[in-house]
C-alpha cells in the first residue's frame, strides 16, 4: 500500500489536509486510532511533514500492533508510506528496506534450530532483523502478561546495538 502525495516537505504542504511533523506523526496516530486498521486509515488523513537533519530527510519506520494481534510495519520509501500490513509484519530494523529484509529473511533456514546453528551476530541491521526473526520465532506463548513483557524484552537487548559499538 503506498500513498506518494502524503509524505512531503514543508514547501510542498498541502493546506487543504491537516498536516503533523514526522517526529510527533507516531503519539498522533495513537492519540487519533484503537486498531492497526484505524491508524491506517487514518494515516490516509493528514499528511506528513518530513524531517530535515543535517541537509537530509530523516529514515522514519514503524511498527504497529493492536490487541487484536493486527500488525503492520510502516516505512518512508520513494517518497511515501509504505505499509506492510498482516499478522505476520512484526519486526524490523532501520535499513535496508522492509521488502530487502524480508528478501534477505527468507534466504535463511531457521526451521531445525539447534545450539550450533551460526546466526547472524554483527551489529548492522540485516542481522539484528535475522536474529530477532529467529529468537520470536522460538518465543513460548506467555502465560502472563509479565512473561510476554520479559520475551520481549529479551529480544530487543539481544538485538539492540550497543553504546560505542562501530
Not at 25 to 41: C, F, G, I, M
Not at 47 to 58: F, S, T, Y
Not at 65 to 88: C, K, L, M, T, Y
Not at 108 to 133: C, I, K, Y
Amino acid at each position: 500500500m503506498r500513498w506518494t502525495s502524503r509524505y512531503s516537505s514543508d514547501r510542498l504542504r498541502a493546506p487543504s489536509k491537516p498536516a503533523v511533523k514526522a517526529g510527533l506523526w507516531l503519539q498522533y496516530l495513537l492519540d487519533q486510532a484503537a486498531t492497526v486498521s484505524e491508524a491506517l486509515a487514518f494515516m490516509e488523513t493528514v499528511q506528513l511533514l518530513k524531517i530535515h537533519v543535517r541537509g537530509h530527510d530523516a529514515n522514519i519506520h514503524v511498527a504497529l500492533e493492536d490487541v487484536g494481534g493486527d500488525s503492520a510495519i510502516i516505512e518512508f520509501a520513494d517518497g511515501g508510506p509504505v505499509v506492510h500490513h498482516g499478522r505476520q509484519y512484526t519486526l524490523m530494523t532501520n535499513d535496508p528496506t522492509y521488502d530487502e529484509q524480508l528478501t534477505l529473511l527468507a534466504a535463511q533456514d531457521f526451521s531445525n534450530h539447534t545450539r550450533e546453528m551460526p546466526l547472524p551476530g554483527n551489529v548492522n541491521a540485516v542481522d539484528r532483523f535475522q536474529r530477532a526473526a529467529y529468537y520470536s520465532a522460538l518465543l513460548p506463548k506467555p502465560k502472563s502478561e509479565r512473561e510476554a513483557i520479559a520475551g520481549v524484552m529479551a529480544i530487543m537487548r539481544n538485538v539492540s546495538v550497543p553504546f560505542g559499538a562501530p
